[in-house]
């Protein structure tokens, strides 16, 4: 066989003067340093607590982060299912509505009041479970079922689920379920959303996640290459819907209104959306998608009816240009774990260790 | 009886016009292997210019349909020119979703210009006779027999003629067949143009129909031919027609029998139950698996 | 007993007869090769002992585990791996990755401590990742470990698939047309390659091959296919003289 030589792994690009380069440098320090991102994130959950308490900026931001925070939760959920499993879901609303309402009937009619602070998380918790059974409903089908098909079945699912929630009087069927409490705070988004990528980036690169990835690629080889196709099938839909519960917990508690129509398939496309625009199968990209998606929504908010024809034509304008979305398949270091990061390095500089005294 | 008779013609009123726009989906899904989603709202584009047509121009029935039919149908290859031809190369998921974006845009640029739901005015005069105790009206006759006859022309046109042929060659191989002297881009804007063409005239029956029409009403009628049309087997366009009809017959039945909100949950349970047993459609096959 | 029992192996596509009364008895250490004109059903062969498809009739055991039924991944991990025609690896993964995913079945951890990075996680994740850079060095990948599986050149890519199929641990390893796309020099180094991996990863192996060279310079045994029967079963050189052979493929062209 013939056999080539390894590239060379930290060739110097030849660089550029000018002030460009140097912010690019600068960037690439603080990009490399993985110690800033502890910090970061404890600085971030001191704001969050320290932004409400002493109202450091005004209410209606305050909402808006709010918003930012769950539309990442529902973002990098969906991505796991449309970005790294390659399928192409569209009923993630479905999802959230369970989570929702299983959340709202709690607090609303079991829980006393004086408790519902204290038990939120929990609350949250088993929003998010209860919705990761249900997420089975579509991951039985998808064994099966693929692309336009199992879309088909996404979407059947959040009609359903709209369609049984108008039909439960007890759950206020079409009216929907009113005076929720407003339990959802910045401290406790700002957690929830943490705790969402984390997970679901450990997830992406684990065994499993691997798994999920090489069913994007070739569902037939990965099968033949001993990968439990359904096992990896059935956890990217119970992880996915999970986070999507979670997601319609916080958001019920933040609207404190939630009815059927709040759920429709408008909602799962903004979800679509926001994933396209951030990049398949890349964890900042989802990050970066909702946050420019929903923010950009506030900003243009004063150009009335016209935002809504602007907001189309920036995603069709991305997609002409970075058919792959902002983030497509690429992630930013930092949201890499740092073993993955560093396999090969480590594993070299072992051999290297192992052979250097075999040699001599 | 009488009362059964009477929904299945109201079936099969809806049931055509979901059956025409699902043909949009699916002859653009058998030769793109792309699902358009902005197809459901050139639907709405080609109800509004129904709506132009008859309250400005004043035009009578005929050259309405025609009018509508024509400018969706420069719509949409216009569409596909500018936003989906670039990304043939590109995953196929970028052009779904690019075709979603087009689909809003649609739906938005509208609202501007219609912000409240308009009213079309009935371009055919309502006759109603009684057969049976059965009523049937002018209006559902012609959309019924018209929505028959675009259908048996479309089914005519690619079978039978080489234009047709192309669209089917081009659905098997898209690679090889231009190869052969087929004009790729000319057979794909024909095939753009012939399937919304008969979106806009599902469009413009269905705003005769239920003559209140507003910007977002492309989205679940557009839904609800998509699903036709993988009922029916994506890509197959008998498939589509028969999809189209089982949908309209199962949604007015459900409301005929059954309390009117279960509509949604048990038409869609059906679907699933379909899927199950048939997982590529009624008439789809699955492509073979090469190993 | 035989590592690999084929009895009566019949496969129907509709009304299509792709494989009729396949027979076959493998025992380990051998290399076997399976020729035929193309149609003949050697890639279906390959797709009924690996669970893609699902024979009509008749049985496959290895090591007497029966196999028809089972999916392709169960079947993989009772030792049997297998390369593609045309090469089908996790294109847009690393080449380590491409490899690791092979070790699925292999690692040690719940999806729980993948999630919350507890327990077993780091330990596996570092063992599996230290066992395919190990393999990828033995083939000489290892500098490419990082790379996109899409980048690498063609031969590369071709190495890289049987790497992957080994790392599934394999007994039994099948080569779906290896020598496809190389030129003689390259294939004179690939007779090579193949005796090599036998020995150093104790496998046995079924070839599919259109390149004669290839199958009569390395094979023990050679079973000739066409329109889905065994025509002709034997040594090479019984094989290279067999009236029925030269028939079959004189009839498709001859390619020796």
């Given at each position: 066989?013939?056999?080539?030589?390894?590239?060379?792994?930290?060739?110097?690009?030849?660089?550029?003067?000018?002030?460009?380069?140097?912010?690019?440098?600068?960037?690439?320090?603080?990009?490399?340093?993985?110690?800033?991102?502890?910090?970061?994130?404890?600085?971030?959950?001191?704001?969050?607590?320290?932004?409400?308490?002493?109202?450091?900026?005004?209410?209606?931001?305050?909402?808006?982060?709010?918003?930012?925070?769950?539309?990442?939760?529902?973002?990098?959920?969906?991505?796991?299912?449309?970005?790294?499993?390659?399928e192409?879901?569209?009923?993630?609303?479905?999802?959230?509505?369970?989570?929702?309402?299983?959340?709202?009937?709690?607090?609303?009619?079991?829980?006393?009041?004086?408790?519902?602070?204290?038990?939120?998380?929990?609350?949250?918790?088993?929003?998010?479970?209860?919705?990761?059974?249900?997420?089975?409903?579509v991951a039985i089908p998808s064994f099966k079922t693929r692309g336009?098909y199992l879309?088909i079945v996404?979407?059947?699912?959040?009609?359903?689920?709209?369609?049984?929630?108008?039909?439960?009087?007890?759950?206020?069927?079409?009216?929907?379920?009113?005076?929720?409490?407003?339990?959802?705070?910045?401290?406790?988004?700002?957690?929830?959303?943490?705790?969402?990528?984390?997970?679901?980036?450990?997830?992406?690169?684990?065994?499993?996640?691997?798994?999920?990835?090489?069913i994007?690629?070739?569902e037939?080889?990965?099968d033949?290459?001993?990968?439990?196709t359904r096992?990896?099938k059935l956890?990217?839909?119970?992880?996915?819907?999970?986070?999507?519960?979670?997601?319609?917990?916080?958001?019920?508690?933040?609207?404190?209104?939630?009815?059927?129509?709040?759920?429709?398939?408008?909602?799962?496309?903004?979800?679509?959306?926001?994933?396209?625009?951030?990049?398949?199968?890349?964890?900042?990209?989802?990050?970066?998608?909702?946050?420019?998606?929903?923010?950009?929504?506030?900003?243009?908010?004063?150009?009335?009816?016209?935002?809504?024809?602007?907001?189309?034509?920036?995603?069709?304008?991305?997609?002409?240009?970075?058919?792959?979305?902002?983030?497509?398949?690429?992630?930013?270091?930092?949201?890499?774990?740092?073993?993955?990061?560093?396999?090969?390095?480590?594993?070299?500089?072992?051999?290297?260790?192992?052979?250097?005294?075999?040699?001599? | 009886?009488?009362?059964?008779?009477?929904?299945?013609?109201?079936?099969?009123?809806?049931?055509?016009?979901?059956?025409?726009?699902?043909?949009?989906?699916?002859?653009?899904?058998?030769?793109?292997?792309?699902?358009?989603?902005?197809?459901?709202?050139?639907?709405?584009?080609?109800?509004?210019?129904?709506?132009?047509?008859?309250?400005?121009?004043?035009?009578?029935?005929?050259?309405?349909?025609?009018?509508?039919?024509?400018?969706?149908?420069?719509?949409?290859?216009?569409?596909?020119?500018?936003?989906?031809?670039?990304?043939?190369?590109?995953?196929?998921?970028?052009?779904?979703?690019?075709?979603?974006?087009?689909?809003?845009?649609?739906?938005?640029?509208?609202?501007?210009?219609?912000?409240?739901?308009?009213?079309?005015?009935?371009?055919?005069?309502?006759?109603?006779?009684?057969?049976?105790?059965?009523?049937?009206?002018?209006?559902?006759?012609?959309?019924?027999?018209?929505?028959?006859?675009?259908?048996?022309?479309?089914?005519?046109?690619?079978?039978?003629?080489?234009?047709?042929?192309?669209?089917?060659?081009?659905?098997?191989?898209?690679?090889?067949?231009?190869?052969?002297?087929?004009?790729?881009?000319?057979?794909?804007?024909?095939?753009?143009?012939?399937?919304?063409?008969?979106?806009?005239?599902?469009?413009?029956?269905?705003?005769?129909?239920?003559?209140?029409?507003?910007?977002?009403?492309?989205?679940?009628?557009?839904?609800?031919?998509?699903?036709?049309?993988?009922?029916?087997?994506?890509?197959?366009?008998?498939?589509?027609?028969?999809?189209?009809?089982?949908?309209?017959?199962?949604?007015?039945?459900?409301?005929?029998?059954?309390?009117?909100?279960?509509?949604?949950?048990?038409?869609?349970?059906?679907?699933l139950?379909l899927l199950i047993f048939r997982p590529y459609g009624?008439?789809?096959?699955p492509?073979?698996q090469?190993? | 007993?035989?590592?690999?029992?084929?009895?009566?192996?019949?496969?129907?596509?509709?009304?299509?007869?792709?494989?009729?009364?396949?027979?076959?008895?493998?025992?380990?250490?051998?290399?076997?090769?399976?020729?035929?004109?193309?149609?003949?059903?050697?890639?279906?062969?390959?797709?009924?002992?690996?669970?893609?498809?699902?024979?009509?009739?008749?049985?496959?055991?290895?090591?007497?585990?029966?196999?028809?039924?089972?999916t392709?991944?169960?079947?993989?991990?009772?030792?049997?791996?297998?390369?593609?025609?045309?090469?089908?690896?996790?294109?847009?993964?690393?080449?380590?990755?491409?490899?690791?995913?092979?070790?699925?079945?292999?690692?040690?951890?719940?999806?729980?401590?993948?999630?919350?990075?507890?327990?077993?996680?780091?330990?596996?994740?570092?063992?599996?990742?230290?066992?395919?850079?190990?393999?990828?060095?033995?083939?000489?990948?290892?500098?490419?470990?990082?790379?996109?599986?899409?980048?690498?050149?063609?031969?590369?890519?071709?190495?890289?698939?049987?790497?992957?199929?080994?790392?599934?641990?394999?007994?039994?390893?099948?080569?779906?047309?290896?020598?496809?796309?190389?030129?003689?020099?390259?294939?004179?180094?690939?007779?090579?390659?193949?005796?090599?991996?036998?020995?150093?990863?104790?496998?046995?192996?079924?070839?599919?091959?259109?390149?004669?060279?290839?199958?009569?310079?390395?094979?023990?045994?050679?079973?000739?296919?066409?329109?889905?029967?065994?025509?002709?079963?034997?040594?090479?050189?019984?094989?290279?003289?067999?009236?029925?052979?030269?028939?079959?493929?004189?009839?498709?062209?001859?390619?020796?």
């Amino acid at each position: 066989m013939p056999t080539q030589k390894p590239p060379q792994s930290n060739a110097q690009t030849p660089r550029q003067e000018g002030k460009w380069e140097r912010w690019r440098q600068r960037w690439d320090r603080i990009a490399s340093n993985r110690r800033i991102l502890p910090v970061l994130l404890a600085a971030g959950f001191v704001l969050s607590i320290l932004i409400p308490r002493f109202n450091l900026v005004n209410p209606y931001i305050q909402l808006i982060l709010m918003y930012v925070g769950i539309n990442i939760i529902l973002c990098t959920s969906l991505n796991l299912i449309n970005g790294y499993m390659g399928e192409f879901s569209v009923g993630h609303a479905g999802f959230m509505a369970v989570g929702a309402y299983v959340s709202a009937v709690l607090t609303t009619m079991f829980i006393p009041t004086a408790l519902n602070p204290w038990l939120f998380p929990l609350i949250v918790v088993v929003a998010g479970l209860a919705t990761g059974l249900v997420g089975l409903v579509v991951a039985i089908p998808s064994f099966k079922t693929r692309g336009a098909y199992l879309a088909i079945v996404t979407l059947a699912f959040n009609m359903i689920v709209k369609s049984v929630i108008e039909n439960i009087e007890a759950i206020g069927g079409p009216r929907g379920i009113p005076g929720i409490e407003k339990l959802t705070t910045l401290p406790w988004t700002f957690f929830w959303t943490v705790l969402a990528i984390w997970v679901i980036r450990n997830f992406v690169y684990s065994n499993f996640g691997r798994g999920v990835l090489s069913i994007r690629e070739d569902e037939i080889a990965s099968d033949l290459m001993s990968v439990n196709t359904r096992q990896a099938k059935l956890l990217a839909f119970t992880i996915s819907s999970f986070f999507a519960g979670i997601a319609g917990a916080l958001f019920a508690h933040l609207l404190q209104f939630i009815s059927p129509r709040v759920f429709d398939i408008i909602k799962s496309t903004d979800v679509l959306i926001m994933v396209y625009l951030g990049g398949i199968g890349s964890i900042t990209g989802s990050i970066l998608g909702a946050t420019i998606f929903t923010v950009l929504l506030e900003v243009l908010r004063p150009l009335g009816v016209w935002r809504m024809v602007l907001m189309p034509l920036v995603l069709v304008l991305l997609m002409l240009f970075r058919p792959r979305g902002i983030m497509g398949l690429r992630e930013f270091r930092w949201l890499i774990p740092h073993y993955q990061l560093l396999a090969a390095h480590l594993w070299r500089k072992k051999k290297e260790a192992t052979d250097a005294p075999a040699a001599s | 009886m009488t009362y059964f008779l009477q929904q299945l013609l109201n079936a099969m009123q809806l049931g055509s016009i979901y059956a025409l726009i699902a043909l949009g989906y699916t002859m653009v899904y058998g030769i793109l292997t792309m699902i358009n989603f902005a197809h459901g709202d050139l639907f709405m584009v080609g109800a509004f210019l129904c709506f132009i047509a008859a309250t400005f121009l004043k035009l009578p029935f005929v050259p309405t349909l025609l009018l509508s039919m024509a400018g969706v149908a420069l719509l949409g290859v216009a569409i596909e020119r500018v936003a989906y031809k670039p990304l043939r190369q590109a995953p196929r998921v970028s052009a779904v979703i690019t075709a979603l974006g087009v689909g809003l845009f649609l739906e938005n640029f509208t609202l501007v210009f219609s912000p409240y739901p308009q009213h079309v005015p009935a371009l055919i005069a309502n006759r109603t006779w009684t057969i049976g105790g059965v009523s049937i009206s002018s209006l559902q006759i012609i959309i019924i027999l018209l929505s028959i006859a675009l259908m048996i022309i479309l089914d005519l046109v690619v079978r039978r003629t080489m234009v047709g042929m192309a669209m089917r060659a081009i659905s098997w191989d898209k690679s090889i067949v231009p190869l052969m002297g087929v004009p790729l881009d000319l057979i794909i804007s024909i095939t753009f143009a012939i399937g919304t063409s008969l979106g806009a005239a599902a469009g413009t029956m269905y705003s005769l129909a239920f003559p209140v029409i507003d910007p977002y009403m492309g989205i679940l009628v557009g839904w609800k031919a998509f699903i036709s049309a993988v009922v029916g087997g994506i890509g197959n366009i008998r498939g589509a027609m028969i999809g189209g009809f089982i949908l309209g017959g199962v949604e007015i039945m459900v409301a005929a029998f059954m309390p009117s909100t279960y509509r949604d949950f048990v038409a869609f349970g059906l679907l699933l139950i379909l899927l199950i047993f048939r997982p590529y459609g009624i008439l789809g096959k699955p492509r073979p698996q090469k190993v | 007993m035989p590592l690999l029992q084929a009895k009566q192996v019949t496969h129907y596509f509709g009304g299509l007869c792709a494989v009729s009364d396949f027979n076959l008895d493998l025992a380990a250490g051998e290399l076997i090769g399976i020729i035929g004109p193309n149609g003949a059903g050697k890639t279906t062969i390959f797709n009924l002992i690996t669970g893609v498809y699902r024979a009509t009739r008749g049985s496959i055991s290895m090591n007497g585990v029966e196999l028809v039924g089972k999916t392709p991944n169960q079947i993989t991990q009772l030792g049997i791996a297998r390369t593609f025609q045309n090469i089908r690896l996790f294109k847009e993964l690393s080449v380590l990755d491409n490899v690791r995913i092979a070790n699925y079945s292999r690692l040690n951890y719940t999806p729980l401590e993948a999630m919350l990075h507890v327990g077993r996680y780091r330990s596996e994740e570092k063992r599996v990742a230290e066992k395919a850079l190990d393999l990828l060095s033995v083939f000489r990948l290892d500098g490419w470990a990082e790379e996109r599986a899409a980048n690498l050149p063609y031969g590369s890519q071709r190495r890289l698939e049987i790497v992957r199929a080994l790392a599934t641990g394999p007994q039994l390893l099948l080569l779906d047309e290896p020598a496809a796309g190389m030129n003689p020099n390259e294939i004179m180094q690939l007779m090579d390659f193949i005796h090599w991996i036998r020995d150093q990863f104790k496998l046995t192996i079924i070839l599919i091959e259109h390149q004669m060279r290839l199958v009569m310079g390395i094979c023990e045994r050679i079973k000739v296919l066409d329109f889905g029967a065994t025509i002709a079963e034997g040594l090479p050189e019984e094989i290279r003289n067999n009236p029925k052979v030269l028939e079959a493929y004189l009839g498709e062209g001859g390619e020796e």
